[in-house]
């Protein structure tokens, strides 16, 4: 019998949990189902400004493949039981690997992490959840393959399923994950499995190079939302260039960031720069080289003007650190550099090529970063105040100077109100802008934890009032983001929900959704 | 090798491939010739600690965390 201390899934009685862990072992194996709290401890470290209870899981599950997957969905759906699937569980400032809603049981994907095919001539990857970056780039590099995939920060020990499932973004020309996955399994609530796309027919080959197949196409629907769990995800892969030129721009001032956007725009929409460029504040750079927040500033409130200035002096760091490459042969990168050495020149920024870049820890991390090499360079965010806190504070805007300006300002304004610091960056689409700002405060603080939350609150409020929505956002604000994007949309989420999910027995809750 | 479930070759791997990328990267602080008792290293990794994230026994297995304590605590190869 559990204990009556334990959290347990909402509306599940302690003798019907108990029947629900016994069939579950029966699946998969008494070793894959933890209850023991002890044991659960991995799965309850978040980020997040809310106490640790809130996101406490009742139970880990770890299936072997999608047949004990459909198995444990019987379970689920016969006692009413929610399960919240993770695949490599590394959403590390969007709530880590904890549930949505506290009692949930943790679905943990990490063991289905078989690389299932990569096709070298149509460049092409299809990949189990649990599969990691650093595996699959150990794969390719093993198989000798020239081929790249694009990454996040957390590469290393974070996945492309997990990652594409919450539209994470990279930094190659590849950057926007889900545009570039193609083809997804997903086993719905009622254990059938589903294949999008062209995979959907039987003998096809075509799975993973065409990716809308006939009818509606589904594959979105599957995204940041709760309708199935993803079992396998196809992805396109990028041919390894003859010649990667990578560069950073500096610029001295923060109001740079108006003619920065409006430069580098055209270049981008004409994809003479194809990547997900970034356009990096001092702040995000400092914590990264590494610096100490505590070596500039140990007052109260958010650190001033003037030691973001010291900084930049000390350590060459622009206000703005533009990262960018080339990539292409070297005849056509060099007839493109001209163009970059124009704008630089024509607005103020200081060029550093990767030759010049030598011993920067900041660059080398961006640089690879480029190349969808794996790292962990950007956890030095982490140590800037420390204390384990971060949640992502991420709006989308519009590629334009004046709306990049304003957005700024507008945060800086009201994360100074809470004594946090803008540590933020634009990670640059043809046409959009993630406005990536990383609220980091000291967890262990009580006082800066209750700070942090109401600090978001208002960030998230004032954006909305202006029209600015987040693309992504950590569990603990799943309710109050999705609420910001009216209701409509989330009337046609619940109808869905209801279709697919009677029971509601998958991840309720997350982004906003459920019964 | 990574391609396991959370299984690695031995504590030398695991090191070179998750825990080398922070510390030995100033991201994290080195732990190489400390002397850190292996207890403590295996649950900082499975509870976390503050900037550090935890890591669950599907990434890690129980017996390659327990090697890489040991390699770490008493000085042995690590990649």
Redesign the interface.
Known sequence: MVSKSKALPKGVSAADFDKVVREIRAIVGDEHVVVDED?L?????IMMPVPDEQHELSA?V?P?GVEQIQRIMKVANKYRVPVYPIS???N?GYG??APVQRGQIVM?L??????IEVDPELCTALVEP?V?Y??LY??LQEHKLPLWFSCPAPS??AGPVGNMVDRGVGYTPYGEHFMFSCGMEVVLADGQVLRTGMGAMENSNTWQVFKWGYGPTLDGMFTQSNYGVVTKMGMWLMPAPPDFRPFCIQYPNEADITKIVEALRPLRIAMVIPNAVVIAHTLWEAPCT?VKRADYYTGPGAIPDEAVKKIQADHNIGAWNVYAGLYGTKETNDANWKIIEAVAAGTGGKIITQEASKGS?ALQYRFDLMKGK????E??L??WR???GSIWFAPVSQAKGAETLKQMQMAKTILAKYGFDYVGEFIVGWRDMHHVIDLLYD??NPEQMQKAYACYDELLHTFAKEGYGMYRANTAFAEKVAATYGPVKRDVEKRLKKALDPNNIIAPGRCGISL | GSAGAGQWRDGAELYQKVCGHCHEANVGPVLKGRGLPPEYIQRVVRMGNRAMPAFRPTEIDDATLADVARRISTGAVLA
């Open positions: 044991k401890a991995p799965y309850r470290k880990s770890t072997d490599t569980g590394k590390l880590s690997a943990d990490r063991r289905m992490n078989r690389i649990g990691t650093q595996q150990d794969y290393a020990i590494p820890q794996p790292n962990l360079g956890f030095g982490y140590n420390g204390g384990g967890r262990s």
